[in-house]
C-alpha cells in the first residue's frame, strides 16, 4: 500500500539556523507532493505544492525539493525562527489524501 | 475566507453511544475528508468522499460509517463508540484536482469514557 514516511518525530535548531525536513514515500508516483505545517490542537494549514517536473519551489524562506528518483523531498526552512516551531507534514493526493506522521520542529532563541 | 466547520470542538461520550461528528464546508469542493490524529501516529485517513453520496474507505475505516447527503456536508459516525476511538478528529476538504490543497476544520477532540 502507499506509505509516506517522515525523518523523525522533533528536530530542534538554533534559531537562525537552516532546518530540513524530510519525506519518504513508496508505492506511489504521485504527480504532486504538498506540505503543511500544523500547530498544537489546530488543523494544518497548506504551506506549499510541488510538481513531479519541478525540482525545486520557494516561497518566502521555505524551499522543497521533489527528487522522484530517491522517492523523496526535503523541506527547508531558511533563517529559522521561534515562531516557525510547529509540526510540518507532507502529503500526497490522488483520489485519497494521504499524510505522513510529520515532523516536529523546535526553534531555540 | 474559506472554511471547513466542525460541530464540536470537544466530545465527552460513554462507551456504546453512537456519535456523529459533523462537517460542514463553504466553498463548493468535491473532496471531503475525515482523518484521526493520535500521536505518533499521525494523520490516518478514515474516510473520504468526492461526491454526494460517495464514499471511499481509508486506511482505518473499521468501527466508522459516514454519510454525505449535501455537498457541503460530511458526517463521521461511531456507531458505537470504544475507548480506543477517544482521539482527535480532523475534517478536510479540496477540489478534486491533484494540485490543489485540502483545507481542515479545527478538529473535535473526542474522549470515549
Known amino acids: 500500500s502507499q506509505k509516506i514516511e517522515q525523518n523523525s518525530e522533533a528536530l530542534n535548531i538554533q534559531e537562525g539556523k537552516t532546518a530540513t525536513l524530510t519525506c519518504n514515500y513508496t508505492?506511489?508516483?504521485?504527480?504532486?507532493l504538498q506540505w503543511y505545517r500544523q500547530d498544537p490542537g489546530r488543523g494544518p494549514v497548506f504551506l506549499l505544492l510541488?510538481?513531479?517536473?519541478?525540482k525545486e519551489k520557494r516561497k518566502e524562506r521555505l524551499k522543497v525539493t521533489f527528487d522522484t528518483t530517491l522517492k523523496q523531498s526535503l523541506f527547508h526552512i531558511t533563517a529559522s525562527q521561534p515562531a516557525d516551531s510547529a509540526t510540518y507534514l507532507c502529503a500526497l493526493k490522488g483520489g485519497k489524501l494521504i499524510f505522513g506522521q510529520g515532523t516536529e520542529l523546535s526553534v531555540k532563541p | 475566507d474559506v472554511k471547513v466547520t466542525q460541530s464540536s470542538r470537544y466530545l465527552v461520550k460513554r462507551t456504546g453511544e453512537k456519535v456523529f461528528l459533523e462537517c460542514v464546508q463553504d466553498m463548493d469542493h468535491e473532496n471531503m475528508f475525515w482523518y484521526r490524529q493520535d500521536p505518533g501516529l499521525g494523520l490516518r485517513l478514515i474516510y473520504f468522499s468526492y461526491d454526494v453520496k460517495m464514499k471511499e474507505k481509508g486506511d482505518i475505516p473499521e468501527g466508522y460509517s459516514v454519510s454525505r447527503e449535501k455537498k457541503e456536508r460530511f458526517s463521521l459516525i461511531l456507531e458505537s463508540a470504544s475507548t480506543n476511538q477517544t482521539s482527535m478528529y480532523l475534517c478536510?476538504?479540496?477540489?478534486?484536482?491533484?494540485?490543489?490543497?485540502?483545507?481542515f476544520g479545527q478538529g473535535t477532540r473526542l474522549t470515549v469514557v
Open positions: 510541488i510538481r513531479e517536473n519541478e
Open positions: 478536510a476538504s479540496s477540489l478534486l484536482a491533484e494540485n490543489t490543497e485540502a483545507f
Open positions: 508505492n506511489y508516483s504521485p504527480a504532486y
